[in-house]
C-alpha cells in the first residue's frame, strides 16, 4: 500500500513540476492533461507540505575531521541524495562542497 502511495506522490510531484514548467495555468494545464483541478491543488498542497516537513539539515565536515572519523568506507563510499521531486544526486567521496551548495541552490529555487 504504501507503494501505491509512493507512486501517486511521483505521478503528482511530475505534474505539478510539469504544469509550473509549462507556463500555463492550472485549469488550462488540467483540461488539457484530463487532471481534476481540486485534485491538482490538493496534490500540490499536500506536496508541499511533504517537503517542508521532511527536511533535512546537513553539514559538511571540514577534511580533517572526516579524516578522523574511522569508517572504512569513507573513502570508497558514495552518497545518493534523493529529492521527493524525483530527482537525485550521486556524490562521491573529495567532492567540491561550494559546487554541491551552488547545484543544491539552484535544484531548490527552480522548484
Same mark, same amino acid.
Given at each position: 500500500?504504501?507503494?501505491? /502511495?509512493?507512486?501517486?506522490?511521483?505521478?503528482?510531484?511530475? *505534474?505539478?513540476?510539469?504544469?509550473?514548467?509549462?507556463?500555463?495555468?492550472?485549469?488550462?494545464?488540467?483540461?488539457?492533461?484530463?487532471? /481534476?483541478?481540486?485534485?491538482?491543488?490538493?496534490?500540490?498542497?499536500? *506536496?508541499?507540505?511533504?517537503?517542508?516537513?521532511?527536511?533535512?539539515?546537513?553539514?559538511?565536515?571540514?577534511?580533517?575531521?572526516?579524516?578522523?572519523?574511522?569508517?572504512?568506507?569513507?573513502?570508497?563510499?558514495?552518497?545518493? *541524495? /534523493?529529492?521527493?521531486?524525483?530527482?537525485?544526486?550521486?556524490?562521491?567521496?573529495?567532492?567540491?562542497?561550494?559546487? *554541491?551548495? /551552488?547545484?543544491?541552490?539552484?535544484?531548490?529555487?527552480?522548484?
Amino acid at each position: 500500500m504504501g507503494h501505491d /502511495r509512493e507512486e501517486a506522490s511521483h505521478r503528482w510531484c511530475e *505534474l505539478v513540476s510539469a504544469q509550473q514548467a509549462s507556463g500555463q495555468s492550472i485549469s488550462t494545464y488540467c483540461r488539457a492533461h484530463a487532471v /481534476r483541478a481540486w485534485q491538482f491543488y490538493e496534490w500540490k498542497k499536500r *506536496l508541499r507540505k511533504s517537503e517542508t516537513a521532511s527536511f533535512v539539515a546537513v553539514s559538511v565536515k571540514a577534511e580533517e575531521e572526516s579524516a578522523a572519523l574511522p569508517s572504512p568506507m569513507l573513502s570508497s563510499s558514495s552518497i545518493e *541524495l /534523493r529529492h521527493s521531486r524525483g530527482w537525485s544526486l550521486k556524490i562521491d567521496p573529495g567532492f567540491d562542497a561550494v559546487h *554541491l551548495r /551552488r547545484l543544491l541552490s539552484v535544484l531548490e529555487s527552480g522548484s
